[in-house]
C-alpha cells in the first residue's frame, strides 16, 4: 500500500475535516489553474492567427466538452462510490468499482468516436460554422480520434481523488497541460498546422499524461487496484447514481452552448463568438476555487456523512463557503481593475486588435456575477454528497433554457444585451443551485435527527430487528418482517399494525426485543396465541 493510502485520508478526514477539505483542495486547484492556463495559452498561440482561429475554438468546444463531460461524469460517479466504499471499509468492492468505471469509459468510446467522426460536418453545419466549417472539421477530428484517452483521464483523476492520492491526481493533469504548452507552437507553426494543431498537441498531451496513470495502478503504487471482470449492473448502478446524472448535466450544458453560439453568431457574427469564447476562459480561470473546493468538499462530506454526522458536515460546507466566497470577491475586484491589461493576451496582433474594446467591456461584465456563480458548484457540490443528483441536472437544465430564452430576445438587441442576459441567468441559476442545495440537506437532517430522537422519547433506546410472531392474528406472516422493537409492556396484548401501512406482521409486546448494537437478522418464532 502507497503513503496515501484511504485509510489515512478517511481517518485524517474524521480527525480535523476542515483541514483536511482545504488540503485536498489546494492540489485540485493547482491542476485546475494548469489545465486552465493550457487552454489560455491554446487561445493566446491561436490568437496570432486572427479571429477566425478564435471562433474555431469557441465553436468546437461545444463538442470538445461534451466528450470532457462523458469522462468528468462518470470519473465523478466513480470517485464517489470508491470514496463511500473505501469509507465503509470495503476495499475489495473499491476495487471492483475502479474497474467497472475504466471498462465503461471503453465501451462508451468504442461506440462514441465513430459516430462523431461520421456526423462531424453535419454537426458543424447546425452549430452555425458557415465559413468555418472546413477549418472546424478538421480541427475537431483529433478530439474525436482521441476520445477514449480524453474520457480516461477524467476517470484517472477521479479515482485517484477518490482514494485520497490529490498529489498524484494533480500530478496526472500537470503533467497533460505541461506535455501541452510544449507541443502546441510544434504542432501550430513548427509543423505548419496551423490552428488544428492544438487539438493534435491536446490529445497528445492527454494520452501521455493517462500513461502515468497507468503505470501507478500497473505498479501497485495506489491504495485502490482496479480488479477487472465483465460489467455487472449492480457495480455500474453504484457508479451511475452519481456518473449518469453528472455526464448528463455537462452534456446537457455543453449541448445548450451549441444552441447559445448560434444565437451569439447571430448578434455579433464570427468576431462575438471569439469575444465571447474568450471571456469564458477569463471566467473558468476566475471560478477555479469554487470548483476546486467543491471537488474537494465533496469527497470530505461523503465520508463526514458515512457517520451520519451532519452537524459537521454543515461546519464544515459553511467555512468552505466562507473561503470560496471571499477569494472569489477579491479576485473579481482585480480583474474588473486589471481587464485592459488582461485582454491583451487575445488581442496583441494586428488581426485581433479591434476586439480589443468589446473584450473590456465583455470581460467587465462577467467577471461581476461570479460572486453568484460559484453558488452553482457548491450547491451542486452539496446535491451529489446527498445522493440528488438528479436535482442538480435538473437545475442545470432550467438554468440553460433561460439563459437560451434570454439569449433569443437578447440577440436581435445587441452583443450587449446578451452579455447582460448572461449574467441575469447566471446568477438566478446560482441561487435555484444552492437553494435547493440546502433544502434537501436541511429536509434530510431534520428527518435524520427526527429518526435517531424518536426512541429517546419512551425512555429507552431500541433497535430494529427481523421479527417472525404469529399470535394468531389473521395478518399475514409468510416473511420475515422488520418491525421497532418497543419496551416490553406491563400487559402483553396483542398489537395489531395495518399491513397497507407498514407491512409488518402482529406481535406481541412482552416479546418486543431490546436495544441491541448492530442489527442482526434474528427470526424469534412465537407459537399460536
Not at 445548450?256 to 448578434?267: P, Q, T, V
Amino acid at each position: 500500500m502507497g503513503s496515501e493510502s484511504s485509510a489515512h485520508i478517511v481517518s485524517s478526514v474524521l480527525a480535523d475535516p476542515r483541514k483536511a477539505v482545504t488540503a485536498s483542495a489546494m492540489p485540485i486547484a493547482v491542476a485546475l489553474l494548469i489545465a486552465q492556463t493550457n487552454s489560455f495559452v491554446d487561445a493566446v498561440w491561436c490568437s496570432a492567427l486572427g479571429p477566425g482561429a478564435l471562433s474555431v475554438i469557441g465553436l468546437s468546444a461545444v463538442l470538445y466538452l461534451m466528450i470532457v463531460g462523458i469522462g468528468n461524469g462518470i470519473g465523478a460517479g466513480a470517485s464517489v462510490a470508491v470514496a463511500r466504499h473505501l469509507g465503509m471499509g470495503d476495499r475489495p468492492g473499491a476495487n471492483q468499482l475502479a474497474a467497472q468505471a475504466i471498462l465503461l469509459i471503453a465501451v462508451i468510446a468504442a461506440v462514441l468516436s465513430p459516430v462523431l467522426l461520421l456526423l462531424r460536418v453535419p454537426l458543424l453545419s447546425a452549430m452555425g460554422a458557415g465559413p468555418l466549417i472546413d477549418t472546424a472539421s478538421d480541427y475537431v477530428i483529433p478530439f474525436f480520434v482521441g476520445a477514449a484517452v480524453i474520457m480516461f483521464n477524467g476517470v484517472v483523476a477521479g479515482l485517484l481523488r477518490a482514494e485520497g492520492a490529490n498529489k498524484k491526481a494533480m500530478f496526472v493533469l500537470v503533467t497533460g497541460s505541461v506535455f501541452n504548452l510544449i507541443l502546441d507552437p510544434v504542432f501550430i507553426f513548427a509543423l505548419d498546422m496551423g490552428v488544428t494543431g492544438s487539438p493534435v498537441a491536446t490529445v497528445l498531451a492527454t494520452g501521455i499524461a493517462s500513461m502515468v496513470g497507468v503505470y501507478w495502478y500497473v505498479s501497485g503504487r495506489t491504495y485502490v487496484r482496479p480488479v477487472f471482470g465483465r460489467l455487472r449492473k449492480h457495480l455500474l448502478d453504484n457508479i451511475m447514481i452519481v456518473g449518469f446524472p453528472q455526464t448528463a448535466e455537462l452534456c446537457i450544458i455543453a449541448g445548450m452552448n451549441l444552441l447559445l453560439n448560434l444565437f451569439i453568431i447571430r448578434g455579433g457574427g464570427p468576431d462575438g463568438l471569439a469575444v465571447y469564447s474568450m471571456m469564458g476562459i477569463f471566467i473558468s480561470m476566475a471560478t477555479i476555487p469554487a470548483a476546486a473546493y467543491a471537488s474537494a468538499l465533496m469527497i470530505a462530506s461523503t465520508v463526514i456523512l458515512t457517520k451520519k454526522d451532519y452537524k459537521e458536515a454543515w461546519f464544515v460546507h459553511w467555512r468552505t463557503m466562507v473561503i470560496v466566497m471571499t477569494v472569489t470577491i477579491t479576485t473579481a475586484i482585480l480583474v474588473f481593475v486589471a481587464a485592459e491589461e488582461l485582454v491583451l493576451a487575445f488581442t496583441y496582433s494586428e488581426r485581433t486588435a479591434h476586439l480589443r474594446p468589446e473584450m473590456v467591456k465583455a470581460l467587465r461584465i462577467f467577471i461581476t456575477f461570479t460572486p453568484m456563480y460559484i453558488l452553482i458548484p457548491m450547491g451542486s457540490s452539496l446535491l451529489q454528497t446527498l445522493r440528488k443528483v438528479h436535482v442538480s441536472a435538473t437545475s442545470s437544465a432550467i438554468r440553460k433554457l433561460f439563459t437560451l430564452a434570454v439569449y433569443a430576445v437578447a440577440s436581435t438587441v445587441s452583443m450587449e444585451a446578451m452579455y447582460w442576459g448572461y449574467w441575469t441567468s447566471e446568477v438566478v441559476g446560482g441561487l435555484m443551485m444552492y437553494t435547493l442545495g440546502l433544502y434537501f440537506f436541511f429536509k434530510i437532517r431534520r428527518a435524520h435527527e427526527a429518526e435517531a430522537a424518536a426512541p429517546a422519547s419512551t425512555g429507552a433506546r431500541y433497535s430494529r430487528k427481523y421479527v417472525f410472531c404469529d399470535n394468531g392474528c389473521s395478518a399475514p406472516h409468510d416473511k420475515l418482517q422488520v418491525i421497532a422493537a418497543a419496551p416490553p409492556s406491563e400487559e402483553a396484548g396483542s398489537v395489531c399494525a395495518p399491513m397497507a401501512i407498514t407491512d409488518t406482521a402482529c406481535f406481541t409486546d412482552a416479546v418486543a426485543l431490546t436495544d441491541t448494537a448492530p442489527v442482526a437478522e434474528t427470526a424469534v418464532l412465537r407459537p399460536p396465541a
